[in-house]
């Protein structure tokens, strides 16, 4: 895929599969500045909604996607760079693309603005609406999200109890747990009361399997994360990794591709093998010079390699 100023991938999502992302607001403008961010500190923190990128482009993108590619994709997803709910015109966005193509829409957002009824009426038309909730306690709040100043989680949570009550569709809750800060049998207690007044399809849980934006933000063991798990009951999963037979892509500028991908998460040589389409053996052609050029990097994390943007490559 090439010559594409808002779309990226398809990438390969947990929870999604095939996803051809849709970056709504420049890297990084959003409402928090979470620990656990895999791609880095947020630059503009705010909760100021305005049409950051222009809504006939983003469309007419799509439309030529659709046209000149043939890579399957699973979902379009409107997430990106940034909180997408702070594009004032996201109503109008999936409007465009439902008239477009039946593929289901999916709104990846943090769930900071549901407080704003306009907010709320913006998403009524996506197919899947994933939030996350990462704590209820105000003090544990400040602490993994950062909000920007003007949100509480008071409001955050109201807010997503009211759209539960006016969106028909799915919403797959999901809370991402880190050592020592929101995994105490306090909070846990407390997210549960929360989550059962939200009541959302599908609780997901996850912990930091990718390079964050604070080193010092770690991940839950396996062991742990079970026990959350059974904690929360029946509607809880644990997202597993994607892991599907990649399939082939149309010709295009592979090293721009990759780029474009990593500017947007960090990935394992296996997930961007996976996403694109093209074995491991052969990805290496392209990451070496890559690398010797400074426009990517590696990064241990885990027990694991990761690849990520270089700096002289981030926005």
Not at 239 to 242: D, L, N, P, T, V
Not at 288 to 291: D, G, K, N, S
């Given at each position: 895929m090439k010559n594409f100023k808002y779309l990226y991938g398809p990438v390969p999502s947990r929870r999604l599969g095939r996803s051809l992302g849709i970056d709504l607001v420049p890297h990084k403008i959003c409402t928090?500045?979470?620990?656990?961010c895999q791609i880095g500190n947020t630059t503009?923190?705010?909760?100021?909604?305005?049409?950051?990128?222009?809504?006939?482009?983003?469309?007419?993108e799509v439309r030529r996607f659709l046209r000149e590619e043939t890579t399957p994709i699973d979902h379009i997803s409107l997430s990106g760079s940034g909180e997408p709910t702070l594009h004032s015109q996201i109503r109008s966005i999936i409007e465009g693309i439902k008239a477009i193509t039946s593929i289901p829409i999916a709104v990846i957002t943090n769930g900071s603005l549901f407080y704003e009824e306009e907010v709320r009426k913006d998403l009524l038309g996506a197919d899947i609406v994933l939030p996350s909730l990462d704590a209820v306690?105000?003090?544990?709040?400040?602490i993994i999200n950062r909000p920007c100043s003007g949100i509480s989680i008071e409001k955050v949570i109201e807010g997503m109890v009211e759209f539960r009550k006016v969106y028909k569709g799915q919403i797959w809750l999901?809370?991402?747990?880190?050592k020592d800060v929101n995994d105490s049998k306090e909070e846990l207690l407390k997210m549960k009361k929360t989550v059962d007044r939200i009541q959302p399809d599908r609780i997901h849980l996850n912990t930091v399997v990718r390079p964050p934006s604070e080193k010092w933000a770690a991940p839950l063991k396996q062991k742990e994360m079970e026990e959350i798990q059974t904690f929360f009951g029946e509607k809880a999963s644990i997202?597993?990794?994607?892991d599907r037979h990649p399939s082939s892509m149309p010709e295009r500028d592979i090293k721009e591709e990759i780029l474009k991908i990593l500017k947007r998460r960090p990935l394992t040589p296996s997930d961007l093998s996976k996403g694109m389409g093209i074995p491991q053996n052969e990805l290496d052609q392209y990451i070496?010079?890559?690398?010797q050029e400074g426009k990517i990097k590696t990064r241990i994390f885990s027990g694991s390699i990761y690849y990520e943007i270089g700096e002289n490559q981030r926005e």
């Open positions: 928090y500045d979470c620990i656990y503009d923190k705010t909760f100021v909604r305005k049409e950051y990128v222009p809504v006939k482009k983003v469309l007419e306690s105000s003090e544990v709040f400040m999901e809370i991402l747990f880190c997202i597993s990794e994607f070496e010079p890559l690398t």
